[in-house]
């Protein structure tokens, strides 16, 4: 019996059986998935804006969440290229927090922040 016929029939009998394959994953679901797990790390204090980066098909939105460190929360804004200046400052704590919204796939930006208390600690990620 060839591969292909033993696959069929192994099919068939599963079928039969009453086994079924589980659906894929919804769209928004990996959409998330790969927008987040495509995020980048960064540490208050290492330089004065995060960046620069450049948007791409994972997300839609530019998000950002405190992962670590001793600050209560951090604050960001997203400074695009072409404008020059931030589109407005957003508190970020441990969830995800969309910093800016609808940005084109290929835009450069840099993300301006700071945290609760100068001489706290803190780690970011972005995801974008």
């Known amino acids: ?22 659906a894929p994953a919804s769209a ?10 495509g995020a980048v790390t960064v540490h208050y204090g290492e330089v004065r804006d995060f960046g620069p980066y450049v948007t ?6 530019i998000n950002m969440r405190m992962t670590g ?10 400074q695009f290229a072409r404008a020059g200046a931030c589109n407005y400052w957003t508190k970020i ?10 940005v084109l796939n ?7 922040n700071g945290v609760d208390l ?3 600690s803190a780690t970011f990620q972005i995801a974008f």
Not at 1 to 22: E, I, K
Not at 56 to 61: A, E, L, N, V
Not at 106 to 112: A, D, N
């Open 1 to 22: 019996m060839t591969d292909r016929f033993a696959r069929a029939a192994l099919v068939a009998l599963l079928a039969t059986l009453g086994f079924t394959v589980p």
């Open 28 to 37: 928004a679901t990996a959409a998330a998935t790969s927008c987040y797990g």
């Open 56 to 61: 791409t098909s994972r997300c839609t939105d």
């Open 69 to 78: 460190g001793d600050a209560e929360f951090g604050w960001a804004c997203v």
């Open 93 to 102: 704590g441990r969830n995800w927090t969309t910093i800016a919204t609808d």
């Open 106 to 112: 290929g835009t450069r930006f840099t993300v301006p």
């Open 118 to 120: 100068e001489g706290s």
